[in-house]
């Protein structure tokens, strides 16, 4: 049990490398990577000791272990922070500082130590990637939702700096996101999720008074949530622990790049290799499905609320929607990064339909083999001297052996290829328990759906991956890069080894009771034991064994029988038609966006700050500044330029604006007749605003303008110059004053 | 023998009035500042004196006095840089000539 | 009554200012240290203060009171408590490092400069230390004067309607804020802040006398809300800033923003509650969009210190929020904790935004020294060629964004977190800015400014990475930062103590 009060020590030994490296290392780029391999080493050790101890401590799901101190005052309270270790943690220290070494120490060849090529600011890199170690460790040992919150964050820092890690870069083509621009929409996406999570955690905090796991989890306090009913306008009453559990869901929605936020992972593989295979396999978007698993008695607290439906849906949805896509790409990593968020949303929509052990089970063993995989395909970009587009591989499998038996191990397990890889057995567990819901409920339930399209999902996963596999290492080299194609140098290959390994093995970690008997279901009975088993569906066994193979089978015929010649192009292309041009584009998500939301707060911004600097706030200042020296213009001018005219241009301007927003939102042929009306009417409007503006309000601004003008031509007269004049007017009407009031 | 209050107030009045009509009629700049210092002279005068006749135990009457002082100071220090200011660049102090302000 | 180290604290600047002005004008480099050793004093004395301090006794301490003005009740009443003393230390810790930037960059008229700015630290001094109505007054107006003189000489091109923009708003305010005192003075009979505090509510119950209570309260606000500045109070401020000398916008943004929203904790809050609970509302509305319209208004900047000024209306936004969210508390039973919360939030966010936009000034000044230029489109792809700059720069730019782990954070999650329990939709459509606020940083500033490529025909060999006076300005500033955004305690243990103080008295 010693163990246990070590923990708070695993994400402060990459953090201390990262504090050495920014204040004194960066100038020795060995002593820089040295120091990030060391840290990152002395946390996995650390973190497999810890592990192991949990393993082999008794009963230890029931009692987890905490270590806090008091953080700052609340009123009359204090906030508590610290570390906390339960079976969902031990499985994430198992994993996540075992894949980041393996990460760490293939980055130096990958970053060009020792080579020509090695990149300017080699020493930052690892400054990064070990700040963001420290992110990911944090985050699954914190013990309340704060610290969660706060270690979340930090990643999403790292992530920001480590996408646009080559911020120079620039493309011809000025519609390819570049680097910098992919961190900014990373960031920025990402952090919409968070601050509906925020919201969320403000709620649950506002209504518990605390934010620690041990708390929060507690029967009474799941209790009281599911008891609290709350209204929202526009949604109508529902279950507060609903509530609270779709808004922390937001966060995940980001952070996992679930639909509709999926928009900035694929532009994030802008950054290096080895940050997509840290960020989008092992640790950051994992993130998102270890706070749901993290947060999964708050799902559960109301059986069959809508929040169920919700993730369940937005998962197996994202799932099938991103495997489409998957299938039209050509860039080797932005295949890998769809097959990301389609495996990602096959973990949410199992957290969703309640297979807590089988969506823990899968982020596991995904995390191993995608790692593995970009891994993988960064060996073969830099074996292919930086070229990423398959069309322009092929024929690797001689070239590169290593680098091709790995990437073939990590492919089977993605498409999960029977018995032998790690990715069969966490996949067929989260379909055979949405299989096992739906025999239970029916065809008209959450679980129906969720088995439909994961099951589509799974068999579109085979196909591309057989695509990958063929496009990229059978055949012949279909261009220059190809046919100089080398083996990457070992502290490349030896990560992917590791790798593949646990790739293979992993998954029998978690083989159904059925097969191997009671209580040997090694994964469950760790990590899930207050949950009940899914049981063994054989027909759901042979049926994603078969979609897997023949998946892949598919692949191997349509690529693989008669290899793509040079130039030669996708046969899908003509398959599909206009269909495979909209899956290349992603469904037009990023052009959406764009249009609407990126505009629109371009727009509000430009919007507010004429309002602020033209037409309303400053001429109110200016006018009243200059009031006092001429008062005849000023009132012309306080009443015509700004109020009116600044009043009617923004009402013009909103009008067009808003116009333009309608055209945009309902530019459809099925409600063009609407939109006709909306433009009669709004023309209708315009007309008689237009009449009234003539004869009303310039009527009265002229008015206004020709009697001060009068006015003040007559009392011109009086105006003489001298003071004493003044004076003496005062002093007439001061006596006058003085007699009225004497003689009153 | 105690004087009374009203003689204090018709010397003020008197003063006021000499004031006010040098404040009025005179062209001279110079004069016109110094009639209003007799006028603010004669509203010291009130004031000490209301102060002694009618509230002795209270410091207000003599302390608006200062007050009243150190205003008249300032305003002779800005009326007297204004006039040499306008002397400097018109070369005459007469206040018929000066009329900037005409409408 | 023992050590008088208010009094020290506070007139410390003045001996400075008279000092400076018997050096003769030619001996610059003189005037200029002599105020940098000069201001050491203040800071170490204000270490001090929030060291001895007594947090368990609570409540005002150091309390000085000498009769200034009998007749009227006028008295010299200084004293400090949890709200205060951290706000003393910023303003130390901002003119320490404002004398010492300037000595670098302040090449006219070094004399006059280092007179006005020793008067406006005495000023700030003045207002967060005074228990008497006439004496803060008085030191209000005293800021305000060296603050128009620093902008109208010392300051960029359009520098003139500038400094009379700034002149006629903050006179506004101050004229309202008079005749409200004067309001409190009548009925209290005394001017002594602690005192209306305690009585004013039971004198003039705001139930029986809505109207002249209102009219007050509302009187006090308005000069309160444009210091702070809240929209729609807020324009002089981008004009005040993009003209005013770096350390005039550092202090400026750093301290003198601070009295609006110190002057609504410490007199518009407790002397009139009831009024502000029942117009919490108003103060709430304008606070949610200080925040969200000024966070918007940034993205549509191109000058990087127009962009910076613009920042502070939104962060601003907050430290309203909070304070609404607390004054509609008071109207609620059972929300004292989220109220403290808020509160606590409220001020935590003065001193993080004193320390981070501070250090956004600064920043600004140092590129503009090099380049004549604050355009955002006219640099790129500094990241690579001034590293350390590029460093600091992003973690005061993350810091303001609200990254956790950063100062900024914990006054947004306190903030938020009091509100969304007594304010929801409040709290909702603030968090709005949260977003806004990371686009305009990381896209504005850093993507244009930092990322990229380098132009090499306009910059090369024209801009160098930070001097080490630079570094030894901003250094601090960033400490302060990490130490906030990791221990937060160390600095809320002082305002919570005051805040739940001031708040069981309500």
């Given amino acids: 049990m010693f163990m246990f009060n070590l923990l708070w020590l695993i994400p402060l030994f990459p953090f201390t490398a990262f504090v050495l490296i920014v204040l004194g290392a960066n100038p020795n780029k060995k002593l820089s990577h040295s120091l990030a391999i060391g840290g990152i080493g002395l946390s996995w050790i650390l973190g497999w000791l810890t592990f192991f101890t949990a393993v082999f401590t008794p009963h230890f799901g029931e009692h987890p272990v905490r270590l806090t101190f008091d953080w700052f005052p609340t009123g009359n309270t204090w906030f508590e922070t610290g570390v906390m270790i339960d079976p969902l943690t031990a499985i994430m220290l198992f994993m996540v500082p075992f894949v980041c070494l393996m990460i760490f120490i293939y980055s130096v060849g990958y970053m060009g130590y020792g080579t020509e090529h090695v990149d300017p600011r080699y020493s930052r890199f690892f400054a990064y990637i070990s700040l963001f170690a420290t992110g990911m460790l944090g985050l699954i040992l914190a013990d309340n939702l704060l610290l969660l919150f706060i270690f979340w964050e930090i990643m999403g820092l790292c992530s920001y700096l480590l996408i646009g890690f080559w911020f120079e870069k620039k493309y011809p083509d000025p519609r390819q996101i570049t680097p910098k621009q992919a961190g900014l929409k990373a960031f920025i996406t990402t952090r919409i999720g968070d601050v509906i999570m925020l919201l969320g955690m403000l709620f649950l905090y506002s209504r518990v008074g605390n934010l620690t796991f041990e708390h929060i989890f507690s029967h009474e306090t799941l209790h009281m949530l599911a008891e609290a009913q709350v209204t929202l306008p526009l949604v109508g009453t529902l279950p507060v622990a609903t509530v609270i559990a779709i808004l922390i869901f937001g966060g995940a929605v980001g952070k996992s790049a679930q639909f509709p936020l999926h928009v900035w992972l694929p532009d994030a593989m802008e950054g290096p290799t080895p940050v997509s295979a840290l960020i989008h396999a092992a640790t950051m978007v994992s993130a998102g499905v270890y706070l749901v698993a993290r947060m999964f008695p708050l799902f559960a607290a109301v059986e069959h609320g809508p929040q169920v439906g919700v993730v369940a849906f937005i998962g197996a949805f994202t799932a099938l929607f991103a495997s489409t896509i998957a299938v039209a790409q050509n860039d080797i990593k932005k295949v890998l990064a769809y097959s990301t968020i389609s495996q990602l949303g096959y973990m949410i929509a199992a957290l969703g339909i309640g297979a807590y052990v089988a969506g823990a089970f899968h982020l596991i063993t995904h995390s191993f083999f995608k790692a593995l995989l970009f891994l993988g395909s960064g060996s073969v970009i830099i074996g292919c001297h930086h070229e990423q587009d398959m069309m322009h591989m092929g024929g690797l499998r001689q070239k590169m052996p290593i680098t091709f038996w790995t990437f073939v191990a990590g492919a089977f397990a993605l498409s999960g290829f029977p018995l032998i890889t790690a990715g069969f057995w966490s996949k067929d567990e989260i379909l055979a328990h949405a299989w096992e819901g739906f025999m239970h409920e029916g065809v008209v339930s959450w679980p129906f759906y969720v088995w439909l399209l994961l099951t589509i999902a799974a068999f579109l996963t085979a ?14 080299p279909r261009s220059h890069h190809a046919e100089h194609a080398h083996e990457t140098p070992h502290s490349m290959t030896v990560p992917l080894m590791l790798l593949a390994f646990f790739a293979l093995t992993l998954g029998f970690a978690g083989i159904p009771e059925e097969i191997i008997g009671h209580g040997r279901n090694w994964f469950h009975h760790f990590v899930g034991h ?10 759901v066994m042979l049926l994603s064994a078969v979609l897997a193979v023949s998946g892949l089978f598919f692949g191997w015929l349509v690529y693989g029988r008669k290899p793509l010649a040079k130039g030669q192009p996708d046969p899908l292309v003509k398959a599909l038609g206009p269909v495979h041009t909209v899956l290349k584009n992603k469904y037009y998500f990023d052009e959406l966006y764009q249009a609407t939301v990126v505009r629109g707060a371009i727009g509000l911004a430009e919007l507010f700050f004429k309002f602020d600097n033209r037409w309303v706030i400053d001429p109110l200042v200016n006018a009243v500044g200059r009031g006092g020296a001429a008062l005849a213009s000023g009132l012309y001018r306080f009443f015509d330029l700004p109020v009116i005219d600044g009043a009617v241009n923004l009402a013009g301007k909103v009008g067009v604006a808003l116009s333009v927003a309608l055209f945009h939102f309902v530019d459809m042929p099925i409600i063009d007749s609407a939109v006709n009306l909306v433009g009669r009417t709004g023309a209708a409007l315009s007309a008689a605003w237009d009449w009234i503006d003539l004869h009303i309000v310039d009527g009265l601004v002229n008015f206004s303008g020709w009697f001060t003008e009068r006015v003040g031509r007559a009392f011109r007269l009086i105006q003489t110059g001298r003071v004493q004049n003044y004076a003496l007017v005062v002093v007439a009407a001061l006596i006058l004053l003085v007699a009225v009031y004497l003689l009153r | 023998m105690v004087i009374p209050l009203a003689w204090y107030l018709i010397v003020a009045a008197a003063l006021f009035c000499i004031g006010l009509y040098g404040a009025l009629a005179r062209r001279n700049a110079i004069g016109i500042l110094m009639g209003i210092e007799l006028m603010l002279n004669a509203v010291n005068i009130n004031l000490v004196a209301f102060w002694r006749y009618v509230r002795p135990q209270m410091l207000t009457g003599q302390l608006f006095a200062i007050f009243v002082m150190t205003v008249a100071a300032a305003e002779v220090a800005v009326g007297l840089a204004l006039v040499i200011a306008i002397y400097r660049s018109r070369d005459t102090v007469n206040v018929e000539e000066i009329d900037l302000l005409r409408g | 009554m023992g050590f008088p180290l208010l009094t020290v604290i506070l007139f410390f600047p003045l001996l400075g200012a008279i000092v400076v002005w018997l050096i003769p004008k030619e001996k610059e480099q003189l005037i200029r240290w002599f105020s940098i050793v000069l201001s050491f004093i203040p800071l170490a004395l204000s270490i001090y203060l929030w060291i001895a301090y007594t947090r368990s006794a609570g409540g005002m301490q150091f309390e000085e009171i000498y009769n200034w003005i009998p007749v009227l009740k006028i008295r010299y009443h200084v004293g400090v408590d949890g709200i205060s003393v951290p706000l003393v230390f910023l303003t130390s810790l901002l003119s320490t490092l404002s004398h010492f930037y300037s000595a670098y960059t302040i090449k006219k008229q070094v004399k006059e400069y280092y007179l006005f700015f020793l008067l406006l630290q005495m000023g700030m001094y003045g207002v967060f230390m005074s228990l008497d109505f006439v004496l803060f007054y008085v030191f209000w107006e005293i800021g305000l004067v060296p603050m128009y003189f620093l902008i109208g000489i010392w300051g960029g091109a359009r520098r003139e309607y500038a400094a009379i923009k700034f002149f006629l708003y903050t006179l506004i305010g101050s004229v309202a804020m008079l005749l409200a005192i004067l309001y409190v003075y009548f009925n209290v009979g005394s001017f002594d802040i602690l005192e209306a505090t305690e009585k004013f509510h039971l004198i003039r119950p705001f139930a029986a006398n809505i109207v002249p209570v209102s009219l007050a309260f509302w009187a006090f606000f308005v000069g309160f809300a444009i210091k702070v500045p809240s929209f729609p109070f807020h324009t002089w401020l981008p004009d005040a800033h993009t003209e005013a000398p770096t350390a005039g916008s550092v202090i400026l943004a750093g301290i003198l923003l601070k009295l609006g929203a110190y002057g609504m904790v410490r007199i518009a809050l407790p002397i009139f509650s009831e009024a502000f609970s029942y117009y919490a509302w108003v103060v709430g509305i304008l606070a949610v969009i200080s925040i969200v ?10 000058d990087l210190k127009r962009l910076i000024a613009y920042s502070s209306v939104s962060h601003m936004g907050y430290v309203m929020l909070g304070i609404a969210a607390a004054a509609f508390a008071l109207r609620m039973p059972g929300k004292e904790t989220s109220a403290a919360i808020a509160l606590n939030g409220a001020v935590l966010q003065m001193f993080n935004h004193g320390i981070i936009t501070g250090g956004l000034f600064f920043l600004v000044g140092i590129i503009y020294e090099q380049a004549h230029t604050r355009e955002l489109k006219a640099f790129g792809g500094l990241a690579s060629k001034l590293p350390t700059y590029y460093g600091i720069f992003a973690v005061t730019g993350f810091a303001s964004l609200g990254l956790p782990g950063l100062a900024g954070f914990w006054a947004e999650f306190m903030v938020f977190r009091g ?15 949260i977003v806004v606020t990371a686009g305009y940083i990381l896209w504005k500033i850093i993507q244009y400014m930092f990322l990229g490529t380098f132009n090499e025909e306009r910059w090369g060999g024209k801009l160098v990475d930070m001097a080490t006076f630079e570094k030894v300005t901003m250094w601090p ?23 739940t103080a001031l708040l069981a008295k309500l």
Wanted: charged share 5%; with cysteine; net charge negative.
């Fill in chain 1, 463 to 476: 196909f591309y991956t057989g695509r990958q596999i063929s496009l990229t290492f059978l055949g012949q």
């Fill in chain 1, 530 to 539: 207050e949950f009940a088993a899914t049981p063994l569906s054989v027909p």
């Fill in chain 3, 293 to 302: 319209y000024g966070a918007f208004v940034c993205m549509a900047q191109w």
């Fill in chain 3, 419 to 433: 509100a969304f329990d007594i304010i929801p939709i409040y709290a909702v459509i603030g968090a709005v800015g």
């Fill in chain 3, 477 to 499: 500033l960033v400490l302060f930062m990490f130490a906030i955004g990791v221990y937060p305690a160390f600095i809320v243990n002082l305002l919570n103590d005051a805040t």
